[in-house]
T-cell receptor, first 117, second 113 residues
Framework: GAVVSQHPSRVICKSGTSVKIECRSL??????MFWYRQFPKQSLMLMAT?????????EQGVEKDKFLINHASLTLSTLTVTSAHPEDSSFYIC?????????????FGSGTQLSVL | SQKIEQNSEALNIQEGKTATLTCNYT??????LQWYRQDPGRGPVFLLL?????KEKRKERLKVTFDTTLKQSLFHITASQPADSATYLC????????????FGAGTRLAVHP
């Protein structure tokens, strides 16, 4: 099946710094990728939809200036958490659809655990 | 607003028994419903998709039903094994383009030897 690679898997940073998370589709092209965040024992919450070559669309309540998304190619989307604060500590997961096949199911990256001190 | 409910209580069963997990939704008429498995610290993995015109779908030891009248899906694992222990998530597409998926909070299954 399609593979989505996400890096880093874990990051610890100081408050006020920025953190970049990469999401790559390894064996397929993804015109659209989705970014989720998940708090412990809670549901995945959709943050934004990343579109290749255009601006991301953000869900209600998600600050676009705080969570910068860039989808520069058909295989790479990045999420940058700017000026991170402890409340941004969470599990961030990207996902994509393989546009070549049945396009309803999502392939997920392995997630990034962000801890802001 | 659209809402998905899964039993937040963990489900503990004995190895070899059938596990049944429930997903209920409200204010919604989805064209399909999906089930994912999530292990701790990992991203979800797709298991099954069932469409609104399908009553039941099977894949090996997995079975999913979809009752659009009750607005409910049941997910069954037969002959359960300790390796089936994980959190199982129900997902539905949001309206508005891009086929965005929203997820339930998941039900944690623990299969004991």
């Amino acid at each position: 099946g399609a593979v989505v690679s996400q890096h880093p898997s874990r990051v610890i940073c100081k408050s006020g710094t920025s953190v970049k998370i990469e999401c790559r589709s390894l064996d397929f092209q993804a015109t659209t990728m989705f970014w989720y965040r998940q708090f412990p024992k809670q549901s995945l919450m959709l943050m934004a939809t990343s579109n290749e070559g255009s601006k991301a669309t953000y869900e209600q309540g998600v600050e676009k200036d705080k969570f910068l998304i860039n989808h520069a190619s058909l295989t790479l989307s990045t999420l940058t958490v700017t000026s991170a604060h402890p409340e941004d500590s969470s599990f961030y997961i990207c996902s994509a659809r393989d546009g070549q096949g049945a396009n309803e199911k999502l392939f997920f990256g392995s997630g990034t655990q962000l801890s802001v001190l | 607003s659209q809402k998905i409910e899964q039993n937040s209580e963990a489900l503990n069963i004995q190895e070899g028994k059938t596990a049944t997990l429930t997903c209920n939704y409200t204010n919604y008429s989805p064209a399909y419903l999906q089930w994912y498995r999530q292990d701790p610290g990992r991203g979800p993995v797709f298991l099954l998709l069932i469409r609104e015109n399908e009553k039941e779908k099977r894949k090996e030891r997995l079975k999913v039903t979809f009752d659009t009248t009750l607005k409910q899906s049941l997910f069954h694992i037969t002959a359960s094994q300790p390796a089936d222990s994980a959190t199982y998530l129900c997902a539905l597409p949001l309206s508005g383009g891009y086929n965005k998926l929203i997820f339930g909070a998941g039900t944690r299954l623990a299969v004991h030897p």
